[in-house]
């Protein structure tokens, strides 16, 4: 208790965060590993939408309908063999399969795009259930404070003044967990409403991309 007391003194003429993370910094430090790993999906998942994904679907589709109208399959593979794009490798998928009829270059095409939908997706629903873990361990570290202020002042003979800084301390910290805390909950619903979003968009266009392939070699294109 004396040493809770000397500490809220001490942070009586600090800033209220670095008080509270002074005084017990274990459930701001668990958020704050929190916020890195939620950080980093966000920067890896914008940096793998807008550069794996930033093809023109319609483009790139015209110029493989020219090819494959005019009967030149090969260049056609070729072209899509000049990146590792998705989108691309989602037409590639059917056009290698492209004389082999039209139940092969559909499973091709299916397979093509399960395999893809995963990876477009991937690690974008942890945003969500990182939220609620932000969230629990700022209400625990909320709860801890007050019980150990409280707890400080039913159990020493103080002064009034020093109660006071006891109760101040202690609820200063809970109240900043409870911030921290929700704070980021509420980026990791934000950038979770905005990738999934994204993705949902992605995800569209592949399978857009499939049914214009499907539909390419077995119905208008094929030669």
């Given at each position: 208790m004396h040493q809770f007391l000397m500490l809220a003194a001490?942070?009586?003429?600090?800033?209220?965060?670095?008080?509270?993370?002074k005084h017990n910094p274990t459930f701001i430090l668990c958020n704050v590993v929190v916020s890195v790993?939620?950080?980093?999906?966000?920067?890896?998942?914008?940096?793998?939408?807008?550069?794996?994904?930033?093809?023109?679907?319609?483009?790139f589709f015209a110029q493989i309908k020219k090819l494959v109208v005019n009967g030149n399959i090969d260049r056609a593979i070729?072209?899509?063999d000049a990146s590792d794009y998705p989108i691309l490798q989602l037409v590639k998928a059917g056009l290698t399969h492209a004389n082999k009829g039209a139940d092969e270059i559909d499973a091709a095409l299916s397979e093509k795009?399960?395999?893809?939908?995963?990876?477009?997706?991937?690690?974008?629903?942890?945003?969500?259930?990182?939220?609620?873990?932000?969230?629990?361990i700022g209400l625990v570290g909320t709860v801890f404070g007050l019980i150990r202020a409280f707890g400080a002042i039913a159990g020493a003979n103080l002064?009034?003044?020093?109660?006071?800084?006891?109760?101040?301390?202690?609820?200063?910290?809970?109240?900043?967990?409870?911030?921290?805390?929700?704070?980021?909950?509420v980026v990791c619903m934000i950038f979770h409403v905005v990738l999934h979003?994204?993705?949902k968009g992605i995800v569209h266009d592949l399978e857009t991309t499939t049914e214009r392939v499907l539909n390419l070699l077995t119905i208008s294109g094929k030669p």
């Open positions: 001490e942070g009586a003429g600090e800033s209220g965060m670095l008080a509270a993370i790993v939620v950080i980093t999906i966000v920067i890896e998942r914008f940096a793998f939408q807008m550069g794996k994904y930033r093809v023109n679907s319609k483009e070729k072209l899509c795009l399960a395999e893809l939908k995963p990876k477009v997706e991937a690690r974008i629903p942890a945003l969500w259930s990182l939220a609620n873990i932000a969230t629990l002064s009034q003044a020093e109660k006071q800084t006891l109760l101040t301390g202690g609820i200063a910290e809970a109240m900043y967990n409870t911030f921290f805390g929700l704070a980021i909950a979003s994204k993705s």
